[in-house]
């Protein structure tokens, strides 16, 4: 199962994530929860202790590259179980935190 949270800012996206992620862990289930926000705060809602670092993915970590029939796509650099193992952050309830590519610089738009 994915399950994708997207909203206006404010609207309570990350609770509500923290909350859905947890409640499946407690039944079971594995979890695993990344935060996309360019100010990610799912770590604390999830019940990570304040101070708690955690490296975020690097943007190498996807290329894009063209198929046989000339279509651009998004592909991963490593396996997933790699990604996870280094870049991956244990949380309370047993979910596995990833923190997606931060802001580093305010660039052209």
Do not use: C, F, W
């Amino acid at each position: 199962m994915k399950i994708a949270v997207s909203g206006k800012g404010g609207s309570g996206k990350t609770t509500i994530s923290a909350t859905l992620t947890r409640l499946l862990a407690r039944r079971g289930l594995p979890v695993l929860a990344i935060d996309g926000d360019p100010n990610p705060n799912l770590l604390q809602a999830l019940g990570v202790g304040p101070g708690v670092e955690i490296e975020s993915i690097p943007r190498s970590i996807v290329e894009r590259r063209e198929d046989e029939t000339g279509a651009t796509r998004h592909v991963l650099t490593r396996p997933v179980a790699e990604i996870i193992g280094q870049y991956g952050l244990k949380a309370p309830d047993g979910v596995t935190v990833l923190v997606g590519t931060r802001v580093d610089h305010a660039g052209a738009g």
